[in-house]
């Protein structure tokens, strides 16, 4: 999960407070010294009374400790390193002395939770005496309705819940019998029909439920390896996301095992990956509640759903996917939102820049973004430009940055008596690493005028080919509704050359109106590209950008086969995904770089250059003695295996980039360096291998 890499990442982290609600934490532990708030800690254990005794939070078991470490262990060169160790821990002990958990004890601890400040639940158990509780049976229905009430009560006040699926190796979609309840009691009852039995809480509605995995070969390295289910997990459709959960080294109570460590296996230690992953999310977007910490880890879950090996056996384990920590802090960034950027002639009124006819004299300019913000600069069509420092907190007051009385008669041209030109913003974010996609911008385009009261047409804006046309809006070609075996896709929509930026956000606005996840966006010619499930998206984006005004030239697919694996990143159904992944794996592969012609590759131990090479001259070529001024070639291909000792040297990462996700820019040299994929290496030698190297000696 990346936990150390994502840790290092440069972001300030807003406080987050996550409930164990377990057999308590031991605060004292050296690796969770400081993470336990234990003024808000509480023990539930008897009767449900909420206790605040000292001391009475601690753990007495291990469990909830092996947990805690796994949440939020410091990172401090000793033991293990938490996945969110900035976050604060709150213990909430609803054990017993014999570790049971029952409904007085669980709803106690969700109440507490819900009262006491918590942002994300992690709940490592499954609540007494009933592994799987029936509503309908008056033994167990009101101890039930309890429980879910105080759930309920809990998700309502914005914390979210995630829970471990269990350890029995069942189908939690199916569950028909149980031989292990009550779990109170010497002698549970055998084969107990229990369908439509549920689990507390991981099958109450809301909470997340996670599966354990674990690696299909041990000597992978972890951060490459491909995934399992592990033999003890539960597994169903209503699984919401898998985690490590076999030999997980964590903490333990130093009272009882003197290390300090032990590694042991279950849902239970799967449910805290996902937990510190969703305190991390917390972390960054501070006003996020709990259904919107979900919904993101559900879409950051399908980028690496390609990791987790397909069941043969049909248990169905993987849920929306795997969620790495890294990508976590890297992606979906809180971005600052430029909200003004306007003008004034004079001490006249503030009008918006866009679309303004400005006259040929001092003009000030006025630009205001809302945080979380580093970095604000405006330019001013190359003639002025001004810098302002953020304080690079989550919730602070609009930072505004101005530039007086720009002399903008500098922009005409002897005889000319007007000229376009913009006004560009960028606000800086406040996450640091290179990778991250928190910087946003705006630009603005005007007219200058010798003339300011002349409504002159704006001429097109610098780098576009034609201005956008006039009158009435256009439909254009339109693809028609999609069948549900072809879901999700892809959408490319090409708005008329030459469309004005506000135009463009408008359109692409709508498309997110209508269900669509919008992927990669390029207003230089106004083609934006959009995922969607909606078998109707193409025609029912069509009629809104009409109904608005906006004219576009085309909208629609980018492939026939479904979009699938990590790429599909919208919302879609457990029978969609599998169709989608089904169809492209019975796709044939690509006939581009790959075809049966050019794909063939026979290892050659030759020590000398091939006879292509000599054919082209191409080593007296290099021995001419000129100076030759630097050139870069882009090789738009698959990948470049850079670690090749001819192309050591060769390969410029700073400029290298990924393109294969969603047409989504990824400069994560993991993403453009080679995979199995032969052919972008071999093309790249050709080119530019070194001539200092081994294989270019005669």
């Known amino acids: ?59 007495d078991y291990f469990h909830g400790t092996h947990v805690a470490g796994i949440i939020a262990a410091n990172h401090n060169g000793i033991g293990i390193d938490g996945i969110a160790p900035t976050a604060t821990l709150v213990s909430i002990k609803a054990s017993n002395d014999e570790q ?99 689990k507390v809480p991981a099958m109450v509605e809301g909470v997340s439920q996670v599966s354990a995995a674990t690696r299909t070969n041990v000597e992978t390295k972890p951060e490459w390896a491909n995934l399992k289910r592990a033999d003890f ?33 279950g849902t239970s230690m799967a449910t805290p990956h996902i937990t510190g992953i969703a305190a991390l999310i917390k972390s960054i977007h501070p006003g996020f509640q709990g259904k919107q910490i979900t919904d993101l880890m559900r879409k950051q879950a399908a980028m690496e759903y390609t990791r987790l090996e397909a069941p043969e056996d049909g248990k169905e384990f993987r849920g929306y996917g795997f969620i790495n920590a ?78 007086e009385n720009v002399d903008l008669s500098a922009l005409l041209p002897e005889g000319t008596d007007s000229v376009t030109a913009r006004v560009q913003v960028s606000a800086t974010g406040i996450n640091f690493d290179r990778q991250a996609d928190d910087d946003t911008g705006r630009e603005a385009v005007f007219t200058v005028s010798r003339d300011p009261n002349a409504a002159a047409t704006p001429a097109p804006a610098p780098d576009t080919d034609a201005p956008a046309p006039s009158g009435p809006a256009k439909a254009g070609i ?9 879901l999700p896709a892809n959408y490319a929509v090409n708005l008329p050359k030459g469309t004005d930026n506000a135009t463009f956000q408008r359109a692409a606005a709508q498309a997110s ?41 085309s909208i629609g697919p980018t492939r026939q086969a479904p979009v699938g694996g990590n790429e599909a990143m919208v919302p879609i159904s457990y029978e969609t995904r599998v169709a989608a992944d089904a169809a492209i794996a019975a796709a044939p592969r690509s006939q581009g770089a790959q075809s049966d012609q050019d794909a063939a590759l026979t290892p050659d131990p030759q020590t000398g250059n091939g006879w292509h090479l000599q054919a082209l001259r191409a080593l007296e070529a290099q021995g001419v003695d000129v100076m030759r001024a630097p050139v870069t070639v882009g090789i738009m291909d698959q990948s470049i295996d850079d670690t090749v000792p001819d192309l050591v040297g060769q390969v410029d990462h700073d400029k290298s980039v990924s393109c294969s996700f969603n047409g989504i820019p990824n400069r ?24 200092t190297a081994w294989a270019w000696t005669a």
Not at 33 to 41: E, I, K, P
Not at 533 to 547: E, I
């Open 513 to 553: 109106f209508h269900g669509g996840l919008l992927l990669a966006q390029y207003p230089a010619f106004g083609t934006f590209f959009v995922q969607s499930a909606s078998p109707t998206f193409s025609p029912d984006l069509g009629a809104a950008l009409v109904k608005e005004g906006i004219s576009y030239d």
């Open 326 to 403: 890294l990508t976590t802090m890297r992606r979906d960034q809180p971005q600052p939102t430029v909200q003004t950027l306007q003008y004034r002639v004079g001490k006249g009124e503030w009008k918006d820049v866009h679309g303004a006819t400005l006259p040929a004299g001092p003009v000030t300019f006025y630009t205001e973004a809302i945080a979380p913000i580093s970095h604000l600069h405006m330019d001013v069509a190359g003639l002025a430009s001004v810098d302002r420092d953020g304080s690079g907190k989550f919730f602070d007051s609009a930072l505004g940055a101005s530039i």
């Open 100 to 198: 049971l958990m029952y409904p007085e004890y669980v709803t106690c601890g969700f109440m507490w939770a819900a009262s006491h400040g918590v942002d994300i639940v992690n709940n490592s158990y499954s609540m007494d005496p009933w592994v799987y509780w029936s509503p309908s049976d008056p033994e167990q229905a009101a101890g039930l309705e309890a429980a879910t009430r105080a759930i309920a009560y809990a998700q309502g006040k914005g914390l979210a819940v995630i829970a471990s699926a269990g350890n029995d190796g069942m189908d939690n979609d199916n569950v028909t019998t149980d031989s292990g309840s009550p779990t109170d009691l010497d002698t549970p009852i055998k084969d107990r029909p229990v369908k439509d039995g549920v």
């Open 233 to 265: 997990s539960n597994y169903g459709k209503s699984v919401d996301f898998t985690a490590p959960g076999q030999d997980i080294y964590s903490t333990v109570p130093t009272s009882i095992f003197s290390s300090g460590y032990a590694k042991t296996s």
């Open 478 to 486: 339109t693809a028609p509704a999609r069948s549900n075996d072809q």
């Open 668 to 691: 994560d040299p993991a993403a453009w360096r080679w995979d199995d994929a032969t052919h972008g290496t071999h093309v790249a030698g050709s080119i530019a291998a070194s001539t």
């Open 1 to 59: 999960m990346s936990a150390t890499d994502a840790a290092a990442v440069p972001i300030a982290h807003a406080p987050v407070t996550v409930g164990v609600i377990d057999t308590g934490i031991d605060d004292t532990h050296p690796d969770l010294v400081g993470r336990v708030d234990t003024s808000r800690s509480v023990s539930c254990g008897h009767n449900g009374i909420p206790s605040q005794a000292y001391g009475s939070w601690r753990d």
